[in-house]
């Protein structure tokens, strides 16, 4: 048996898994990232964690084919470079040959948002399909894309990065400095902002009296509004999810995946969304219900970039 | 040396080219496509268009290890099967098998845009780049896209079809029957339509008078009254070049291409429009000016398809 190790290099823990031939996880083992204390700090870590999995399974380290690391940032995967990664201050390390010394074991590094799409794609929603989209929808809009049988993560770039794809050209003010991005309308801060708006709209609405109570609108309480039947949020999430479906759809019309996955904080809705979000994707598919993709909830949690990671020797 | 033979099937004719191992056209022979005629009509003239070209060069069969056809439509290529292609009116016929069977010679099926972009990518703009996609701006917007060593084109979809992908969601209508596409801001069917309006609004502009001396507005006389100064066509010609800016930043997002070339009738106009499109694109290039892809002419004309098409063997 064969066994590899995916690290998840978030910027709040660093989190190692051990994973076999099936892609199952086998044992996780978890410290601080603690950026401050800098990059020998973390990839001393690493090496620290991988001992632990290594130890606790009773496996020798050439019983490890490789470590694969899900990272922030960009970079250049040929060399194991980092480029840059914003939250860890971090500028062009040799993230990949610095553990790779100090484990003696093989490494490679991805993007953390392309490793959570592997990952639903060996182990989770995608499992059963021949290519996928992950879109991830919180904070902001994620995505990684498996496509024939390979992560879909080309050299000298950022892409996919089809959070920041134009929805509305020269619409909603995004993040990133353009107007109009698909985070711009997708990510539950714009839900959250489209919230606010509709109760400053509306005073009578269920969305202002949470807000008379103190309460601050945040992606639960406004579902549960409209769940609740509050027509003004009803609107708002009627809007969110014909946008949503908006997107999907030029997501198939790109990249022609046979399943999207949506993950990210959104993914506790569960099955209700998918299906509405689907009845309003297929319009939007150019060649038709037929080729339109299935549409999944994320199953793997936090899991996906750590088993994603381990999967990468064989999907770069 | 080895040889292969690329087959253009338009609307209006079918064009083989015989092709080097540098991809260099050596010869072409066409005959009038006419569709009303049938399947059968036409691919016997696929087999009589490759013997032409093997008895003028003085080549066995067995010197010609494929053909490859581009054909509009929607395919399957693992059985060579053309699914639908609406302007020939056919449905799941064996191309593929037929001209295989003719012609003794194996034979391969793709899109015309991918084929187009393959073309481009082997042997004319992007000839340099590891990666490109093709945009086609004419009638419509066209899209074909080369990336890790493979025509990207993924079964069972019709993807990359990136005319039909939201710039401005709910916005202006597109033939596709969706709004807010980019064929429905950045084709030539959407320059003149704003023209008119533009034209209406203004009746002292150089666009209202063409009009009133009886022409029709098009591609080129727009574009005319924009280098002569007109203010209306001017700022029309603007909003188009920054949109197309836009856009093409959203293909680099998506694809994280090289180079993107600009394909079709809108080719004509050159570098100054290149360079405009370029400085109106960057903004929008998500990981800043280092990762913007070049921007080109597409520079083989209608023998891309041909030379792409005779290229398939090698990038399927």
């Known amino acids: 048996m064969n066994y590899t190790i995916g690290i998840d290099l978030g910027g709040t823990n660093v989190v190692a898994g051990l994973v076999d031939e099936e892609y199952r996880l086998l044992d996780k083992a978890a410290v601080k990232t603690q950026a401050q204390l800098g990059f020998d700090y973390i990839t001393d870590n690493m090496a620290k964690l991988t001992a632990t999995l290594l130890e606790r399974a009773g496996l020798a380290k050439e019983q490890v084919s490789s470590i694969g690391i899900g990272s922030p940032g960009a970079m ?79 050299a000298g770039s950022c892409a996919p990065e089809l959070g920041h794809v134009s929805l509305v050209a020269g619409g909603e003010q995004c993040t990133c400095g353009r107007r109009g991005c698909a985070e711009a309308y997708l990510s539950f801060s ?107 909830m994320a199953q793997l949690g936090n899991d996906a970039g750590v088993i994603g990671a381990a999967a990468l020797e064989r999907y770069l």
């Open 76 to 154: 250049d995967r040929a060399s194991g470079t980092l480029i840059f990664a914003g939250n860890l201050d971090w500028h062009n390390v040799p993230l990949g040959p610095a553990v790779e010394k100090k484990t003696g074991i093989r490494t490679l590094i991805a993007n953390d948002a392309d490793c959570a799409a592997l990952g639903e794609f060996v182990a989770g929603a995608a499992a059963e399909d021949e290519s996928m989209a992950l879109i991830t929808i919180g904070t902001g809009v994620g995505s990684g894309i498996v496509t024939g049988g390979h992560l879909f993560s080309p």
């Open 190 to 296: 714009a839900l959250i902002r489209d919230a606010n708006r509709a109760a400053d709209a509306d005073p009578q609405s269920s969305l202002a009296r949470l807000r008379e109570k103190g309460e601050a609108l945040n992606g639960k309480n406004i579902f549960d509004c409209a769940k609740q039947g509050d027509p003004a949020a009803k609107a708002l999430i009627d809007r969110f999810i014909g946008l949503m479906g908006e997107f999907f759809g030029d997501v198939e019309n790109a990249f022609g995946v046979r399943s999207i996955v949506i993950g990210g904080g959104i993914s506790k809705e569960g099955d209700w969304f998918c299906r509405r979000v689907y009845e309003a994707m297929v319009p939007y598919v150019f060649a038709g219900e037929r080729y339109a993709p299935k549409l999944r």
